[in-house]
């Protein structure tokens, strides 16, 4: 359990060198849902914080059968009222290679997901016209500047969800087409998730593929040629997206956020018929 430990902001992020880095202590949070075993509670540059490492409970599964709702109850179990998604993402832009990497400003949903609605809590929908905080964005684009890579600001993501393959070539044709930047399967859910709980949600990515190197990996097997990997090494990828984090963190100004706490369209007066018909 957290104790007296409350964490101003919650991550996502799968870091082993910075857990072990900064000492940060594993901890069980409790949800409706079940208890998350993944957490690790400390302070990295003086700001409290939350990872939760990834979002598989065990085995890893397609994205539709991941638990996204028990994450985020985690999250606001904790106290921790804003939350970074990092991201290994799908390249659709020929032109952008392996490695890119993103800080997320809009979202595409391409496809459904479960939500298990608690019947006892009163029924909305998340407003979505604006997906991330803007001010954590903001944090987040200000610490990517400092980086000795470049980042691009502003990313769309599309979610293509749910099926446990990658993209078409027509698909990817089509997204690139419409000027998004990367497809992946677990942002949409989770930013959702965040905003129906009025939690403050950001996003950074990295691209681990690109269309060119999947079509001439493709290319070679027809030719029985050796390819190498078409797909950059996660871990490698990854240290990318933690280095932003880490110097988000250093640089974090905390803040109370006027918008995402109040974003709700709750309707109170829905009745599934009017109470005189009971008469």
């Known amino acids: 359990m957290l104790g007296d430990f409350k ?7 799968r870091s082993d060198e910075t857990i072990k880095e900064f000492n940060l202590k594993r901890v069980t949070i409790n949800t409706s849902f079940g208890p998350v075993h993944r957490c690790y509670i400390g302070n990295i540059y003086d700001v409290p914080v ?6 598989f409970n065990g085995e890893k599964v397609p994205s539709s059968q991941i638990n996204f709702e028990q994450t985020i109850e985690a999250v606001k179990n904790s106290g921790a009222k804003k939350l970074i998604g990092t991201f290994v993402v799908g390249g659709i832009n ?12 809009n979202m595409v949903g391409c496809g459904n997901y479960p939500i298990h609605w608690n019947q006892n809590v ?7 016209y604006e997906p ?19 980042v691009k600001e502003n990313a769309t993501y ?13 698909e ?8 998004w930047d990367v497809v992946g399967q677990t942002c949409d859910p989770e930013a959702t998730c965040a905003r129906l709980n009025q939690i403050c949600y950001a996003g950074i990515a990295v691209q681990i593929d690109d269309p060119s190197g999947r079509a001439d990996y493709i290319k070679g097997l027809k030719n029985k040629e050796e390819k190498s990997q078409y797909v950059e090494d996660i871990k490698s990828c990854r240290k990318r997206t933690t280095a932003i984090i ?31 018909f009971y008469e």
């Open 50 to 55: 939350l990872v939760i490492y990834g979002r």
């Open 132 to 150: 991330f905080c803007q001010t954590l964005t903001d944090q987040l684009c200000k610490a990517s500047r400092k980086m000795d890579f470049p």
């Open 246 to 276: 880490l110097q988000f963190l250093k640089d974090y100004k905390s803040y109370d956020c006027d918008v995402c706490s109040k974003m709700s369209r709750k309707n109170k007066n829905f009745r599934e018929f009017p109470d005189y």
């Open 158 to 170: 599309v979610c293509f969800y749910g099926y446990p393959r990658i993209e078409t070539k027509a």
């Open 94 to 105: 020929p032109e952008m290679p392996q490695g890119s990497v993103y800080v997320l400003g």
């Open 172 to 179: 990817l044709d089509f997204y690139n087409k419409m000027g």
């Open 122 to 128: 009163s029924f909305h929908n998340a407003e979505m």
């Open 7 to 13: 964490p101003e902001v919650a991550i996502i992020l």
